[in-house]
T-cell receptor
Framework: KAGVTQTPRYLIKTRGQQVTLSCSPISGHRSVSWYQQTPGQGLQFLFEYFSETQRNKGNFPGRFSGRQFSNSRSEMNVSTLELGDSALYLC???????????FGPGTRLTVL | DQQVKQNSPSLSVQEGRISILNCDYTNSMFDYFLWYKKYPAEGPTFLISISSIKDKNEDGRFTVFLNKSAKHLSLHIVPSQPGDSAVYFCAASKSGNQFYFGTGTSLTVIP
């Protein structure tokens, strides 16, 4: 069974630009969660989608948004990028009703 | 507001000895706790978990202990091996799929 895939793996953008990250969950998984990892902050929860609906949301500004498609693939968008948005963005998939999450390798975003 | 805390950013242990990683949480509503292991350039991988109705869960060399009154959990690795060197994250959840992670502890097992 293929694991969680994230594209692209690395991304460099400049302040003010926007970016879209993609996550393909494990086949059969209906839940996708997004996390931001920065040094000293651990993994900060962004949001979770289940069956195309946002089910949970963390404390991030509205510049961070996401969506999920009917095939459970998910995208995360960050608009008006700031230097502080530089981080590793991880997505995790799960069946949606248990606690076991499987993480992708992440997308390393650098904002210059 | 960091609801899950790992106060030791790093830990070094000799091969064959016990590694003890600690985690504290503030929200008494958390009912499920997990430990993840992360190597550089990879996503975290699930290691072991424990429900709040238990106080101990064991899986091979890994044991997680939960002390609800102290809002504290710990991961014991016995015996520690060089391949265990990684960053370990604890996470907590309350009746759903939203997880709160700690900041991680970098474990180095010295051969």
């Amino acid at each position: 069974k293929a694991g969680v895939t994230q594209t692209p793996r690395y991304l460099i953008k400049t302040r003010g630009q926007q970016v879209t990250l993609s996550c393909s969950p494990i086949s059969g998984h209906r839940s996708v969660s997004w996390y931001q990892q920065t040094p000293g902050q651990g993994l900060q929860f962004l949001f979770e989608y289940f069956s195309e609906t946002q089910r949970n949301k963390g404390n991030f500004p509205g510049r961070f948004s996401g969506r999920q498609f009917s095939n459970s693939r998910s995208e995360m968008n960050v608009s008006t990028l700031e230097l502080g948005d530089s981080a590793l963005y991880l997505c995790a998939s799960s069946r949606g009703w248990d606690h076991e999450q499987f993480f992708g390798p992440g997308t390393r975003l650098t904002v210059l | 507001d960091q609801q899950v805390k790992q106060n030791s950013p790093s830990l070094s242990v000799q091969e064959g000895r016990i590694s003890i990683l600690n985690c504290d949480y503030t929200n008494s509503m958390f009912d499920y706790f997990l430990w993840y292991k992360k190597y550089p350039a990879e996503g975290p991988t699930f290691l072991i978990s424990i429900s709040s109705i238990k106080d101990k869960n064991e899986d091979g060399r890994f044991t997680v202990f939960l002390n609800k009154s102290a809002k504290h959990l710990s991961l014991h690795i016995v015996p520690s091996q060089p391949g265990d060197s990684a960053v370990y994250f604890c996470a907590a959840s309350k009746s759903g799929n939203q997880f709160y992670f700690g900041t991680g502890t970098s474990l180095t097992v010295i051969p």
